[in-house]
């Protein structure tokens, strides 16, 4: 290749090659992303985290593919076959699927018709029959009938030479490429419901007779129908355009390229009917094959990208911050297990109270709670969202009423994932004396304090805020997650003297035993004073040490720097600052005044450039501040505990809970969430829902439709917007909403954006603790068993098929 792969990704960035190279040093040299986004920035010339990501990214593809092609050119040498003019076309190919049509001819295979063909030796005649069209086929086959080498025939010698024809059209590296392109712009996937599959596959109803073109289709019903396929319920075809009469624009390529065409000669009908059968045998299966997964890789990209926008939004919730928590994970049968956690998360007391039913206590439940209250200081209350969530809600709202004194405020939290932490081996290592159903109040009270530090316990595919995760390749779900959980934990920073091990392993340069060396050795010898101490740690070298001390914090230590973000290697610089400021380092630090008045230049050195000292000048000003937002609440609507208890029209507040490609999941405290269809969110076009609305986003919304039946809620975030009417028996109206008005790039009215709306996304998400909001681990949880998908899951309890829509 003529460019390198720095200077290939600098281009794609928009950035100098200088730049990729030194990121791709560092990367090399074992550096992070965090690390090299914030104390790199002289040497990759700021680059941030996003271009650092996708530098990583695009380097490991592009690795591959040289590793691919260099593969390539030793198979085709090996063969014999490689010449200058094959080389250049192989080192110029700047993709995988190129590389792979260029190599298709010379890919050992098993023996084919072709081949055999060839062994036969009538690869003169297919020669001669495309190249002199004039000739008669039936005539020139007869001198290549040879018993002994299997062509008992002339017709016999014209099927050899047929087979040797369509490898050669089929196997052109640079016809491929352009029929593919041309049949992805303007072809359709076309799904068909298998017979007899209607019943036992409904949930895929919306496919069962649809065509979209390909550009057109997004990512959820793409895996939706590849799971219909996967399922065996559905037929999927991957169609050109609409057929016309005569030769297709397909066929008509494959022909102008081989030159052949029809003036009358004797070979030009024969030749036709080759290229026909090229194309309908050969080409088309084969770029069929090259779209599926063309199709799948763009779904799964759009779907991962989706997930990890939505985990970075619950990684980087509002905390409430270090105080005393009083944790409920509701229940009916079973009761509610109570977990009291102080203000750095410690255990204080448990307890399991019985207030609904078939039991009923709920004054003697009332009096625990006030108790535990009372004796442990308790300042929140942290309320399960799952079932029997809206009667606990009600249990400590009269907590609070009947014990104003206590001062609690009660605020209801995502269960997402706890049964998952309760069962897994870390649990048990941290909270060996606790019954796992109690570890789950623990988990749900700990969430509330600080999100970050107790969610990084679970694994990300089970936090469920992703849609089809299931179907994604795991290693690219897990990598992308992965990425978003580093960038988060190191963005905020973490505590070395409270932090789990599980929130240590995310921390630049600390390997999960790393951090559990590190607990080991704070277990033994008291928390850390100073980040010079870590280096006892052991395996704690100077690179661990070099890529890790930054993003620790130590407070109340040695140095007042070790709580702050300014990195060890730094520190010669603040002092520098501080004697020019006349006074001490502890003096300096939050006194915006002076911070001020020092000019960032005079610091500058041959270690720390500008960008660098002006990030410390920053940093000094808020130390250790933390860039998520203050911590707030959303007020369920009293009186609204059911679905039966909303009406068209009400307005409420909510807790956005995930994010679709086609809408958002609103929590309005029923136990079902409603959806606000992207089309519902604005008054202006938008292209990504979450451009408006983010998880955890406390939002007003107002009741477009609900169908009880089947458990649909339509909300909308423009509260002028009008509520469907009631029908003469008095129930909503289902499948309407919103004016009438068109929307920008559909053309189709507001009312039937919001029925699509149905269709891609339906009207509720459910409520658990499995990997993609499905139902938990307990007997309790009510609803079909565990799908494969979050959105899946959600639009079952919604009462809707998979997204999509009919032709």
């Known amino acids: 290749m003529t460019t390198s792969i720095e200077g290939r990704i600098a281009e794609e960035l928009g950035v100098r090659e200088r730049q990729v190279r030194a990121a791709v040093d560092l990367l090399d040299g074992g550096s992070t992303v965090p690390f090299i986004a914030r104390y790199r920035k002289e040497a990759t010339e700021t680059l941030d985290d996003a271009q650092l990501r996708t530098l990583e990214e695009r380097l490991r593809y592009l690795r591959e593919l040289e590793d691919r092609r260099s593969a390539i050119l030793q198979s085709v040498r090996e063969q014999g076959r490689l010449d200058g003019t094959l080389e250049a076309r192989i080192l110029a190919a700047d993709t995988k699927a190129r590389l792979e049509d260029i190599y298709l001819p010379f890919k050992p295979k098993r023996r084919t018709k072709a081949q055999i063909a ?86 895929f109803a919306d496919y069962f007779d649809f065509a979209e073109p390909f550009t057109e289709l997004p990512s959820h019903r793409v895996l939706a129908m590849l799971r219909g396929e996967k399922e065996d319920v559905l037929d999927l075809a991957l169609e050109p355009e609409e057929a016309v009469d005569g030769p297709s624009a397909y066929e008509s390529m494959v022909a102008r390229r081989f030159g052949v065409a ?167 290592q941290e909270l060996p004396e606790l019954d796992v159903s109690l570890r789950g109040a623990v988990s749900i009270a700990r969430r509330l304090q600080d999100p970050l530090a107790e969610l990084v316990k679970i694994d990300p595919k089970s936090i469920g805020v992703g ?85 620790l914090r130590i407070r109340d230590g040695e140095d007042p720097l070790d709580a702050s973000s300014v990195h060890p290697e730094a520190y010669p610089v603040v002092r520098r600052m501080a004697r020019t400021a006349g006074g001490e380092v502890a003096s300096l630090i939050g006194n915006a005044g002076v911070l001020r008045s020092l000019r960032p230049g005079e610091f500058v050195d041959e270690s720390f450039g500008l960008p660098t000292v002006t990030d410390i000048l920053r940093e000094l000003e808020k130390p250790g501040r933390d860039p998520r937002p203050a911590f707030r609440t959303a007020a369920f609507k009293e009186g609204v505990e059911k679905i039966g208890d909303l009406s068209s029209g009400m307005v409420l507040e909510g807790v956005v809970t995930n994010v679709a490609a086609f809408g958002a999941f609103v929590d309005i405290g029923v136990h079902q969430d409603g959806l606000v269809h992207v089309s519902a969110m604005s008054r202006t076009f938008v292209k990504d829902p979450r451009e408006v609305v983010k998880p955890g986003d406390v939002v007003k919304v107002k009741v477009l439709d609900i169908d009880i039946p089947r458990k649909r809620i339509s909300l909308t975030l423009r509260l002028e917007d009008e509520a469907a009417p009631k029908s003469a028996d008095g129930q909503e109206r289902t499948g309407g909403g919103g ?65 999509g829509r009919r032709r």
Request: positive net charge; proline residues 4%.
């Open 118 to 203: 060839r062994e036969a030796g009538l690869e003169p005649l297919a020669d001669r029959l495309l190249t002199d069209p004039s000739a008669d086929p039936p005539a020139a086959a007869a001198a290549f009938v040879d018993a002994d080498r299997g062509v008992a025939d002339g017709a016999a010698a014209l099927e050899g030479a047929r087979s040797i024809l369509t490898e050669r059209f089929s196997e052109d590296a640079d016809l491929i490429g352009e029929l593919r392109e041309r049949m992805w712009t303007r072809g359709r996937v076309a799904a068909k419901v298998r017979e007899g599959k209607e019943e036992a596959g409904a949930k």
């Open 262 to 428: 029809d003036r009358g000669r004797p070979g030009d009908k024969w030749l036709a009917d080759t290229v026909r059968w090229a194309w309908r045998t050969r080409i088309l299966v084969h770029l069929g094959i090259d779209l599926r997964l063309r199709l799948r890789t763009a779904a799964e990209d759009e779907a991962v990208r989706v997930f990890a926008a939505n985990l970075r939004d619950l990684l980087l919730a509002a905390p409430a911050g270090t105080r005393a928590t009083l944790g409920l994970d509701p229940g009916f049968r079973t009761g509610v297990k109570v977990a009291v956690v102080d203000a750095t998360g410690k255990v204080v007391a448990t307890d399991t109270i019985h207030p609904h039913v078939p039991a009923n206590r709920w004054d003697e439940s009332l009096a625990k709670l006030a108790r535990l209250a009372k004796e442990h200081s308790v300042d929140l209350v942290a309320i399960g969202n799952g079932t029997a969530s809206r009667e606990t809600d009600r249990l400590a709202g009269e907590l609070i009423s009947r014990n104003p004194e206590l001062g609690l405020t009660k605020v209801m939290v995502s269960e997402a994932g706890a049964s998952v932490y309760s069962a897994s081996a870390f649990a048990s």
């Open 467 to 551: 849609q089809y995760q299931h179907d994604l390749a795991e290693v690219k779900l897990s990598r992308s997650l992965d990425a978003v959980v580093e960038d988060c934990v190191n963005g905020v920073g973490v505590d070395v003297n409270t932090a789990s091990a599980p929130l240590l392993s995310r921390v630049s340069g600390i390997s999960a035993g790393l951090a559990e060396n590190i607990v080991a050795h704070r277990d033994a010898n008291g928390p850390f004073h100073s980040r010079k101490a870590l280096k006892k740690v052991a395996r704690l070298g100077p690179k661990a040490y070099e890529q890790c001390a930054g993003f």
């Open 739 to 803: 004016r009438g008005r068109r929307e920008r790039g559909g053309g189709r009215p507001q009312q039937q954006q919001q029925q699509r709306g149905r269709q891609d996304g339906g009207g509720g998400n459910g409520r658990g603790r499995g990997g993609e909001r499905q139902g938990g681990g307990r007997g309790e949880r009510q609803g079909p068993p565990p799908a494969n998908s979050a959105m899946a899951d959600a639009l079952r309890r919604a009462g809707l098929t998979d997204p």
